[in-house]
């Protein structure tokens, strides 16, 4: 395969030059790094395992009608993704006090908020991420009033959806964090679409009976057993069998290398259902 163009390396993540216009590669890396990179590891079978979710939810929300940048998988570590000019804040929900909010507030972990929450942080590393409001948002015009607007609204639907999702499958959806992109359409005219990623690397997940962490802050607060716990999200979901995709400590490669294929079909539907070619069935069977 021909080498790709690296436009960006991240943290977790790296962005190539995708095939067509337009497109992106995201690669998702085996790294997990926390408080501003200051903690770092290489954790095996992580970028996989994000893979696989983020492009299965992505999929989810875009059935329900919210634009994301995901296009279709290529392979265990990389997606193809509708590339955007990413907008520089990270938009974080919290329905369950937890993480910063908790050292900020001196609220107890675990209680319920009155109402889900949302916070604006401005995406800049060398400043760590600086919790702004809305009115910096717009003072230093990070977005716009419209843009802002349509954000605020697909993140509750992202919430409720998400809160639904994951409460079927036991578990609880005590934070998470999204970021939007602006796709620019023939005209001129912007598109807000939902981009990056969203795993147990950017969500706070629950086990409803016993309360136990499923996501990063198990390496964020030195509890081990993320590959374990991130598998057991994805088997939840469906995604991977489940005795897991691991073999002693590797990716068992002849497991992860189909696992793609599920997401794939569902696009190519939702493809097929804008062109007109698949109808919804008759509610009942027709008489021959
Ligand atoms: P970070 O930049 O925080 O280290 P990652 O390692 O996750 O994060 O890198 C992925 C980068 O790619 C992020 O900065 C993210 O904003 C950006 N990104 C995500 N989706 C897209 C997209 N569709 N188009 C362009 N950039 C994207
Ligand atoms: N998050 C924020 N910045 C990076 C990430 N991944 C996510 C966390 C958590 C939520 O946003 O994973 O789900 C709130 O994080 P915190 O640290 O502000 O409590
Ligand atoms: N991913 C961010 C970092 O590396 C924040 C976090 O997830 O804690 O520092």
Same mark, same amino acid.
């Given at each position: ?41 290489? @954790? ?37 993704? %509708? ?43 060398? /400043? ?64 807000? @679409? ?25 390496? %964020?607060?030195? /509890?081990?057993?993320?590959? *374990? ?6 088997? %939840? /979901?469906? /995604? ?12 068992? *490669? ?20 804008? %062109? ?13």
């Amino acid at each position: 395969m021909a080498r790709k163009n690296v436009l960006y390396e991240g943290k977790a993540k790296i962005i190539y030059e995708g095939p067509d216009p337009g497109t992106h590669i995201q690669y998702f890396k085996d790294d997990a790094t926390a408080f501003n990179a200051e903690k770092h590891d290489v @954790i095996s079978g992580k970028g996989v395992l994000n893979n696989r979710i983020s492009a299965h939810l992505m999929s989810k929300i875009e059935a329900i009608g919210i634009p994301t940048h995901f296009i279709r998988s290529i392979n265990m570590r990389e997606q193809l993704i %509708r590339a955007v000019e990413i907008i520089p804040i990270e938009v974080v929900v919290r329905n369950i006090a937890a993480g910063s909010l908790c050292k900020r507030l001196g609220l107890k972990e675990g209680q319920i908020l009155p109402k889900p929450l949302i916070e604006f942080y401005y995406k800049n590393d060398e /400043l760590g991420d600086p919790m702004v409001g809305e009115d910096h948002i717009l003072t230093f015009d990070w977005a716009d009033p419209y843009e802002m607007e349509e954000i605020i609204n697909m993140t509750w639907r992202i919430n409720d959806y998400l809160n639904g999702l994951f409460e079927g499958i036991g578990l609880r959806l005590v934070d998470f964090k999204v970021e939007f992109g602006r796709l620019y359409g023939e005209y001129g005219e912007v598109y807000i @679409i939902l981009a990056d990623e969203i795993s147990p690397d950017n969500c706070r997940l629950w086990d409803a009976k016993t309360n136990e962490k499923l996501d990063k802050d198990r390496f %964020r607060l030195d /509890l081990g057993g993320l590959v *374990e716990a991130y598998q057991d999200v994805a088997a %939840r /979901l469906g /995604l991977i069998p489940k005795g897991g995709i691991m073999d002693h400590g590797d990716i068992n *490669e002849q497991i992860a290398a189909g696992l793609e294929q599920i997401e794939n079909e569902m696009a190519k539907e939702r493809e097929k259902r804008k %062109r007109g070619l698949v109808r919804t069935p008759p509610s009942k069977p027709r008489k021959l």
